[in-house]
């Protein structure tokens, strides 16, 4: 049965969709744990994980290691979260880091705006907020805006490009229980049943995160551009330095068999011509 990747706008239903499939399915619905399970196994600072998790980085934290470290932290964790194959994986990128996954179903659930505005109005008031109509209008304008810079920061992709998605739902007219009557019907779909090709997929994408944290942190591969590819075990390495050094931090991430290196070389500056 598939696992569920699910986008959502803010105030289109996307957390009590996603809670109410994972009721229906006998999943785990994941959403804050991802920020939780990186801040305790990985040491992360949870008020710059949250930040990172929700928002584009700023232009200086674009240069910084550590902003580096903190996202690779992140994307790795949703990973470890669906390679246990039985969640529902809310936000954080997850219709791109897991494309190409067979037995995942990749899900956007979208509104009209005004209605957005009204739901978050209304949930406010639920909780003793009593957010302003106004307040409430640039909350999910700037919302908005985070997100959709963040995906095209981080993967260079439209967070509302269709062809991110197997099906996009919009809760206009639709309850969240129809909603979740249709992504149910879908996840059954024997198409979408997990394989062990599947599974070995998001696996190897584990693994290559895995190896990127680890070069994240160490003091002798942090400053370079290092690309990282896993099947099966057998890391690739693809850079233009520290490849000798980063070798040696690869073997020691579990699930590591063997680590092969690939140089790149650095094309020489042409001459100037006038």
């Not at 994307?75 to 190409?100: I, N």
């Not at 050094?245 to 070389?265: I, L, S, W, Y």
């Amino acid at each position: 049965m598939a696992i569920i990747a699910m986008s959502a706008q803010l105030g289109a239903g996307g957390p009590e969709i996603g809670m109410g499939l994972a009721q229906r399915l006998g999943y785990h619905f994941v959403d804050q744990e991802v920020i939780q399970d990186a801040v305790r196994r990985y040491g992360l600072v949870e008020e710059k994980a949250s930040h990172l998790d929700e928002s584009k980085p700023t232009l200086f934290e674009r240069f910084d290691a550590e902003t580096r470290h903190y996202i690779t932290v992140l994307q790795t964790t949703l990973l470890e979260f669906a390679e246990q194959d039985d969640g529902v994986l809310m936000g954080r990128g997850g219709q791109w880091l897991l494309r190409g996954i067979p037995h995942v179903l990749r899900v956007r659930v979208i509104a009209p705006f005004e209605q957005r505005v009204k739901h978050l109005v209304r949930r406010s008031a639920e909780s003793g907020d009593k957010l302003t109509q106004r307040a409430a209008v640039d909350i999910v304008r700037r919302d908005d805006a985070e997100r959709a810079g963040r995906m095209r920061y981080l993967y260079e992709v439209d967070l509302d490009d269709p062809a991110l998605y197997d099906t996009v739902i919009s809760t206009e007219r639709l309850s969240y229980e129809a909603a979740v009557d249709m992504v149910e019907r879908a996840a059954r779909r024997p198409e979408l049943a997990t394989t062990d090709a599947g599974r070995e997929l998001i696996a190897s994408r584990v693994l290559v995160s895995r190896v990127q944290v680890a070069l994240a942190t160490n003091p002798g591969t942090r400053r370079y551009r290092i690309t990282v590819e896993a099947r099966d075990g057998v890391v690739v390495l693809e850079g233009t330095a520290a490849l000798e050094h980063a070798v040696e931090v690869a073997k020691t991430v579990p699930g590591v068999r063997e680590v092969r290196t690939q140089q790149v070389e650095i094309p020489p500056i042409p001459p100037f011509v006038a």
